[in-house]
Nanobody
Framework: QVQLVESGGGLVQAGGSLRLSCAAS????????MAWYRQAPGNLRELVAV???????NYPESLKGRFTISRDSTKNTLALQMNNLKPEDTAVYYC???????????WGRGTQVTVSS
């Protein structure tokens, strides 16, 4: 059973930084793409960043330059570095992983990020 556990969320002032981490129960080399999503109250869950098995990262245009996704297969972790945070970044952030065939998707329980103005 694959488990993903997020950590690193918290309360930060606008302009500050946070680094989220997602620890996987097994080897992340067994995953295809991994991603971070977020969901604010009343909103749909949205993609924040995705990284391929080979390490290629992609971001929504609106988040490019502020967020950086990375994966460390030696530690079986996925990270999201968030800089210059804005109040609109406030949301629950979720870790996601797809198996190599793309037939299964796994989710963590999320970590709350709150950015005060």
């Amino acid at each position: 059973q694959v488990q993903l556990v997020e950590s690193g969320g918290g309360l930060v002032q606008a302009g500050g930084s946070l680094r989220l981490s997602c620890a996987a129960s097994g080897s992340i080399s067994s995953f295809n793409s991994m991603a971070w999503y977020r969901q604010a109250p009343g909103n749909l869950r949205e993609l924040v960043a995705v990284i391929s098995h080979g390490g290629s990262a992609n971001y929504p245009e609106s988040l490019k330059g502020r967020f950086t996704i990375s994966r460390d297969s030696t530690k079986n972790t996925l990270a999201l570095q968030m800089n210059n945070l804005k109040p609109e970044d406030t949301a629950v952030y979720y870790c996601n992983a797809q198996n190599l065939l793309g037939t299964r998707s796994y989710w963590g329980r999320g970590t709350q990020v709150t950015v005060s103005s």
